[in-house]
């Protein structure tokens, strides 16, 4: 808007200026009334425009010629039309001194003065970009009050946005678009956040420093941790994992987790275009079954109808039920329950199960290398895709490279040869390993380590388990009946897979089970092993894949629970 | 092998062949001697030699020659090692002529004489081929202890065959394969099927004659079935929906049932390209949540470790977290649960969930229009990827080609319109429709036979439905709040979708709730309500499909318990 002009009083009106010490002339006197009216006027007209500028000058109590460029959406708010509608990640060159449109979070707002705001936007995909909104009326339809309102907006409300697209003098470091930014003509609020946020976007961000399911004590409004990430010198407080989900909106709206939901749908992703490339075809086994037939113990039961019903804690059945019927190779992504009271970092009570079966041309290893493979190529894309979100996950939660084996020397070892290498090698406090027992959890852990020092890699397959390790449905070595075709899969020494070869032979599943102590004519167990009498199945086997666990273990997460979407615990099933 | 020699019975060794009325040298009797014992055991070679040849050609008292070639597979089996490993769908000229290696069903058998059989094998994706075993023992290693063998071998019982690929004179038109046949060499089998099976594939490819839930009659060994199917002059009885399902190998081994998985998994592949194509993310809601929150009737509950837990009945309050936390635009595809004890071809307890939901920049239409976008794209894609499977399917359950709109005369109807045109064009019997509520299943039919008469298309949308008819999370219409942004869509006159504008409103929310009876503060309610308080939620809408109806009513299934891999009812949780 143009400043006042500097001399806003006219002269006096009514001051003679043209008469001598003769009386004027009747004609005199017409023609300087008419003037002095003319001059009267004019002084009016520009008393008028003087006090208009003059009181905008001062704090604006007229008029608010920017009102219809913000404020609260409603349905008479008024956008311009031919705005273009963008998308920060494909902001370009084409774009500067357009008019667009951008929908999108106030990340924050910093008020420069009275006359301009910085107000930080972000879209989906941890993009952000300055906008600057600044009252200059003369060339945008900016008011202070537009920029006193925009300053007030609260962070994490949701936005839309008209503006011009600038270069800035020097680049915006605080910003993923640094070589842009937005002069903002028009801001209306869509959807308001409150004044006061459960938690923070900086403190949603940080490393969550307590994953224990008890509350965590407040001391001067700040929760005392377990860790020391909270003393960071950043300022801002680390949350315990509770309050982040107590504040589910701002836990998911933190770069870091966006960066793991990508890497987790990625992997998915990945999964399923490596497997149909290899002839395998997906089906859905059902979650509610008829009787806990894979083990009475930690499973969930339910009233269905006047009978009883169960939740799958696997699809194990259902994968050799398709292999029977014929689909040759199967796959499913799905969620399997385990009614376990675990409370560790590794556990959930529901978790999505990644898993396949295929039939067995000539041995068990044809199984082991495609589930290496699926592996491997997941290792591999996530890698290649997610560059920059692994690189963001790591700087909240630093991790080392995850290793691979160079192709061809991918290590398999004999769960024998494992658990040599622990005993010879490994602490003293993990060498007490059992033959026919499986390894505790610190056990593979160090043996993992002990991998990594000496194949240069963080996945690994122990092959063989003993017999006594495996469940009833694992095919014993034919060779040596004290062990199983049956292999874990490792990454960073912990288990990410349990596979193997199946039973395929009736009376040699009847064998088993008897041996396993489980009675072959039992609810449940009696229709699987009918299966195998009904018609020819063809030898089999397959593996199960827990995503949650490759999610966190790849980035080396404090928890699968971070890697999950909606975590559920023995203590936790909100939101 | 050779025929027996002619004249097995040599000369009487001991006859004097060289003697005059002198006695004999010396000489001259040790020479006859040498060549009488010469004579002898030349005699006694042949004799054996003859013995075992006739014993052969009688009925191989004595050796099998063959006898390596065939059998119940063991860890002795010998297979040649350079035989070519085939798939059926991919046999071509490239093999005639070459020994080849295929792991197959048996189909059937059908013995031509002592000397041949005919094997039908069949492999993965309904692909069949003529195998020959013919006993011609100079050519072949066959024996027709072989060939009697291989003619006993139980129907459905998997084997691995080695032959030589060759031309037959004329097509065989009885297998899919059929310019070429196999003949066999070798054949072991690797898992046997019964001698009786429980349900023949030609039976399990009949049309499902019932499905009731109820056990059906049986007269004189076959089901007496409610509708004429079992009539029909194949003279395979069709069987009840029950012994499909206590027969679920043969059911799914049915080349019907194959085709209808194959059409299946493409439906969920196209859905998830089309999204991913524009630039929805993929996530997991949980199975197990903490309230009922959608309403308490038709929700299974559960024991959780000294509390109760829930079987989420839609996905529909995570995917609005998931637009909450910044996701912009998500889809899931998963189970979801329906305690409802309807016994319907419409229903099950459990189903599959194609879910989605994204933010809305101007107007609610926009998800309407991106939900017909997949579904068209959907039915288009199993049109063009699934033709085989299509027509297969209709030779056993005949229906009529799927119409749909021409692009750009989509059939959006609103709910209003939808009842003028069955009030003043439906049949008496269903004109009796009510302004506020939704309209019965019949009533949607006969609106769906009116709709493909006039417009020609089995896909249509009805919109704005009323509010009495929608959930409270449905977002009134602004110009008119007795009415929805709310919409079903249909296919051949049966719901597969519903959808609409999401509230995202905190209080509006709360005020629809109490409008609906719903305790804004009641537990699951209430912190489904602060998470639209929680930071600013754009607008938002979405929807669900399910996948059963969508794979049942394109193919015009009598049941979507058809289309499901392991359908669950009030009745029946096996297999």
Redesign the interface.
Known sequence: MAEPSSNPVPPPADTPTEAGEEGPSKKALKKAEAKAKKEAEKAKRAAERAAAAGASASSAQLEDLAKENYGQET?TTKLDADAT?ITLKTLGDEHVGKTVEL?A?VQNSRMQGAKMVFVEL?E?GNWTIQGIVAANPEQTPVSRQMVKWVGST?D????VVQGTVQKPLEPVKSCRVSNYELHITKLF??????AM??MTLAAANRPIANFSDEEVPVEDGVEKLSIAASSEPTGVPAASMLTHLD???????APV??AI??IR?EV??LFRSYL?SHGF??????????AASEGGSNV??????G?E?F?AQSPQ??KQ??I?????RVYCV??V?R?E?SNTPRHM??F?GLDLEM?I?KDYTEVLHMLEGVLLYIFRGIKERCAEEIELVRSVYPSEEFLLPEAGKEVRLTFAEGQKLLREEGPEEYRNVSDDEDMSTPQEKALGRLIREKYNTDFYVLDKFPEGARPFYAKED?ANPSLTNAYDFFMRGQEILSGGQRI??PTELEARLRKKGVDPSSQGIK?YVQ?????????HGGGGIGLDRVVAWYLNLPSVHLAA??P?T??R???
């Not at 994490?156 to 936005?159: G, P």
């Not at 029977?324 to 040759?328: C, D, T, V, Y």
């Not at 299966?531 to 030898?539: L, N, S, Y």
Request: aromatic share 16%; glycine share 8%; hydrophobic share 35%.
């Open positions: 349905h509608e929908r979070w972000r989906f609260n994490e409300s949701f936005c609020v869509v959807a308001s956040a409150p946020l459960g504040n589910i909106i701002m836990h998911k709206r987790q966006q939901a990508d749908m998915k992703d149909k075809k997906e089906f859905e086994p059902p979650c509610l079954i008829g969930f039961g339910l009233k269905y109808f009978t019903a939740l059945f259902y039920y398709e029977a019927g014929g689909r040759k799905g969620p329950f009614a009271n009570t529901e999505t039939e041309k034919p395929n032979d229709e299966v195998f009498r009904d018609a020819g199945v063809p030898p979407y909606y559920r023995p203590k099933l909100l939101p």
